[in-house]
């Protein structure tokens, strides 16, 4: 006897899948836990600045600087060219890390001697208008294999870095990773270079 197959009937229908993460949701949660933790610079910069770092695998990571009035204008602009960033490579989700500084020093064009700082999650170096900004050192952000929970920032090392013309200011960051799958993490913070009482404002 041949047996026809049984049509699946409401309770053994099929459930649907979870969607996976978007980058909208990333963006979504990311800024749910910025919003308590960034506030704006003090005078006489009293603005808000964010490292946008983006890597997928088997694409170029992407680091965007931007300065603005309040945390709303600056996430615009950042979290427009992380979608520019993605849309060009037709990706539903990236690796995201997102960098503020919270502590700013002034250290006259010249790198602070790399010994034991306050410990950040990365630092940054910036013309003394904040108009222009570098990330130090550069991130490892190779494909989306690399985690960044588990891809530490590589030490300072000794040689000053020439990133821009008119360095004058050293930024303590503090970092968010946000993975391709939701998870979200607080990054660790390390070591830094040692702070010169003269250099502090």
């Given at each position: 006897m041949i047996r026809k197959p049984l049509l699946p009937t409401a309770g053994h229908a099929l459930q649907p899948q979870e969607?996976?993460?978007t980058l909208s949701h990333q963006l979504s949660a990311s800024l749910r836990h910025l919003k308590p933790r960034v506030t704006l610079?003090?005078?006489?910069?009293?603005?808000c600045v964010l490292f946008f770092t983006v890597a997928a695998e088997g694409a170029q990571s992407g680091v965007f600087f931007v300065r603005r009035?309040?945390?709303?204008?600056?996430?615009?602009?950042g979290t427009t060219r992380v979608r520019q960033w993605a849309w060009m490579r037709q990706l539903p989700a990236v690796e995201l890390r997102i960098d503020?500084?919270?502590?700013?020093?002034?250290?006259?064009?010249r790198i602070p001697t790399?010994?034991?700082?306050?410990?950040?999650?990365?630092?940054?170096?910036?013309?003394?208008?904040?108009?222009?900004?570098?990330l130090i050192p550069p991130l490892a952000l190779a494909?989306?294999?690399?985690?960044?929970?588990?891809?530490?920032?590589?030490?300072?090392?000794?040689?000053?870095l020439p990133l821009l013309a008119d360095v004058n200011l050293l930024l303590r960051l503090q970092g968010l990773h946000m993975d391709q799958e939701g998870v979200q993490t607080e990054l660790p913070t390390i070591s830094g270079p040692q702070r010169s009482p003269a250099a502090t404002r």
């Amino acid at each position: 006897m041949i047996r026809k197959p049984l049509l699946p009937t409401a309770g053994h229908a099929l459930q649907p899948q979870e969607p996976r993460i978007t980058l909208s949701h990333q963006l979504s949660a990311s800024l749910r836990h910025l919003k308590p933790r960034v506030t704006l610079l003090p005078e006489p910069y009293a603005c808000c600045v964010l490292f946008f770092t983006v890597a997928a695998e088997g694409a170029q990571s992407g680091v965007f600087f931007v300065r603005r009035t309040t945390l709303e204008a600056a996430w615009r602009e950042g979290t427009t060219r992380v979608r520019q960033w993605a849309w060009m490579r037709q990706l539903p989700a990236v690796e995201l890390r997102i960098d503020w500084p919270d502590e700013i020093v002034v250290i006259g064009n010249r790198i602070p001697t790399l010994y034991q700082w306050k410990a950040a999650s990365a630092w940054a170096l910036a013309d003394d208008d904040l108009e222009h900004a570098e990330l130090i050192p550069p991130l490892a952000l190779a494909s989306a294999g690399n985690n960044l929970r588990n891809t530490p920032l590589k030490p300072f090392d000794a040689t000053p870095l020439p990133l821009l013309a008119d360095v004058n200011l050293l930024l303590r960051l503090q970092g968010l990773h946000m993975d391709q799958e939701g998870v979200q993490t607080e990054l660790p913070t390390i070591s830094g270079p040692q702070r010169s009482p003269a250099a502090t404002r």
